[in-house]
């Protein structure tokens, strides 16, 4: 592989790396849990 290819494959994964947090970040918002508590079910916001 020459050094051109490699910087553009090492571009490629950097900007998979950001795309990848960016939806992992937007994700953590919409994760709940499930509890039951006292006969009941109910969410929240899982940590």
Same mark, same amino acid.
């Given at each position: 592989?020459?050094?051109?290819?490699?910087?553009? $494959?090492?571009?490629?994964?950097?900007? @998979?790396? %950001?795309?990848?947090?960016?939806?992992? +970040?937007?994700? $953590?918002?919409?994760?709940?849990?499930? @509890?039951? %508590?006292?006969?009941?079910?109910?969410? +929240?916001?899982? $940590?």
């Amino acid at each position: 592989m020459s050094l051109d290819d490699s910087i553009s $494959e090492y571009e490629k994964a950097i900007k @998979l790396i %950001k795309d990848s947090e960016k939806l992992l +970040e937007a994700g $953590e918002g919409k994760v709940m849990k499930v @509890l039951e %508590k006292n006969g009941k079910v109910e969410m +929240e916001e899982f $940590e």
